[in-house]
């Protein structure tokens, strides 16, 4: 096996970036990029620390992420399993990475910035659900933004449902659980899971 130790070997394989790779970097907001994560209900967000990596789906009906100005966005800290991953992370590594989703769009926006963990209450009501507010919210001020090559979902056929895999390809999370404690009850799990998760969404 060949393995690439040196970026010059990499810009050997893969040559010069095109002009429109650079244009497109920002270091706030313009309007079609604003455009677009208005239109993102679904971004996954990426965070560093001293275990390791750690990226996470975020999503909110409509728009996933709130923004502030050119140069800042917010991210309420929905509920879920309460590991708290990326928020430990931002604690001891401000550096994240975002990755904005549009559902029949293969246009996808990146944001990679600088981030804090808010507890504001003016703030936090102001991302209430159902009348409930995040306990925390994720200010990021924004280092660069720039839309990604669509290629990657055009290879993926993600939009295509001919392309989607049967319901049965995916197991259940009550299997990937009992995959890794057999005494562990996945058809309660399974069975109690979807109105578990509507009462508990926000």
């Known amino acids: ?79 879920g399993n309460n590991r708290i991953d990326s928020l430990r992370n931002i604690v001891r590594d401000s550096r994240v990475g975002l990755l904005f989703l549009i559902p029949g769009s293969n246009t996808t926006l990146r944001v990679n910035g600088r981030a804090q963990i808010s507890v504001d209450p003016d703030l936090l009501q102001s991302l209430a659900m159902d009348g409930k507010p995040p306990r925390s919210a994720i200010v990021i001020s924004i280092g660069e933004v720039y839309f990604q090559c669509a290629r990657a979902l055009m290879r993926a056929r993600l939009w295509d449902p001919e392309a989607w895999p049967g319901a049965d390809a995916v197991p259940s999370a009550g299997t990937l659980l009992r995959e890794l404690s057999q005494d562990f009850d996945s058809h309660s799990y399974d069975r109690d899971w979807p109105e578990r998760a509507k009462n508990s969404m926000w």
Do not use: F, H, N, W
């Open 1 to 79: 096996m060949s393995i690439i130790t040196s970026i010059a070997e990499l810009e050997a394989i893969y040559g010069q970036t095109s002009d429109a790779s650079v244009i497109k970097v920002s270091a706030r907001l313009t309007d079609g990029y604003r455009r677009v994560i208005e239109a993102s209900p679904l971004m996954a967000l990426a965070t560093s620390g001293p275990e390791g990596l750690d990226c996470s789906p975020r999503g909110d009906p409509g728009q996933a992420v709130t923004i502030k100005d050119d140069y800042t966005l917010v991210v309420p800290d929905r509920r």
